[in-house]
């Protein structure tokens, strides 16, 4: 029974379309985040949301649209997709903001050409 | 700004042997340091965590060293196995605030 689960796991698409990724967490926390890990494997955090209230918005370009229809789900939505943004992209959760466990999902491999 | 520094990139040990990878950070007002570790295909987990409160955590064949004084905090792995190869984070918060990671060490326990 996964805890924080991410679909797809890969993604393969073309320079400019637009692809969303779906999370979903069944540990009952209240938070979820976003983050991108490159190619280096460096973990940046793009967005946090806290009972479906945005709270943390990193320098992101506006490409990148998250939504959370509730506490247990959140989505990340890109337009016009440029090859930079090729990375694994990570859901997470935890219970109460800003806290440092962090619980997250097995990623989503996106690949642009 | 890396808020966080993590060294060595890679690490190379032989099965058996100690494992040490070292972080250092800048803000003072950090008061959780926690350790990922991620498998390749996977994503990170939680390996263990200190408190500034005290100067040594062990879990295991893993243990933290915190020095408050010079702003740096180590893991060690003790009797490292193949299955611990794998990527590590150290990171570090302060409440209020998201947390800080570092940019990995890739670690390669050779049989």
């Known amino acids: 029974d996964t805890a924080v689960s991410q679909t797809p796991k890969y993604l393969v698409t073309q320079m400019g379309n637009d692809k969303s990724i779906k999370c979903e967490q069944n540990?009952?926390?209240?938070?979820m985040y976003w983050y991108k890990q490159d190619s280096k494997k460096f973990l940046k955090i793009m967005f946090s949301?806290?009972?479906?209230?945005?709270?943390i918005n990193e320098t992101v370009p506006n490409r990148f649209s998250p939504k959370s229809p509730d506490k247990a789900h959140l989505n990340l939505h890109i337009n016009s997709l440029e090859l930079g943004d090729s990375a694994v992209y990570f859901c997470a959760s935890s219970q109460g903001s800003f806290s440092g466990e962090l619980f997250f999902g097995e990623g989503s491999r996106l690949t642009v050409l | 700004q890396q808020q966080v520094k993590q060294s060595p990139q890679s690490l190379i040990v032989q099965k058996g042997g100690i494992s040490i990878i070292n972080c250092a950070y800048e803000n003072t007002a950090f008061d959780y340091f926690p350790w990922y570790q991620q498998f390749p295909g996977k994503g990170p987990a939680l390996l263990i965590a200190i408190r500034p409160d005290v100067s040594e955590k062990k879990e295991g064949r893993f243990t933290i060293s915190f020095n408050k004084s010079a702003k740096q905090f180590s893991l060690h792995i003790m009797d490292s196995q193949p299955g611990d190869s794998a990527t590590y984070f150290c990171?570090?918060?302060?409440?209020?605030?998201?947390?800080?990671f570092g940019k990995g060490t890739s670690l390669l326990v050779t049989p």
């Open positions: 990171a570090a918060s302060r409440t209020g605030y998201a947390l800080n």
């Open positions: 949301y806290n009972n479906k209230e945005l709270i």
């Open positions: 540990l009952g926390h209240d938070t």
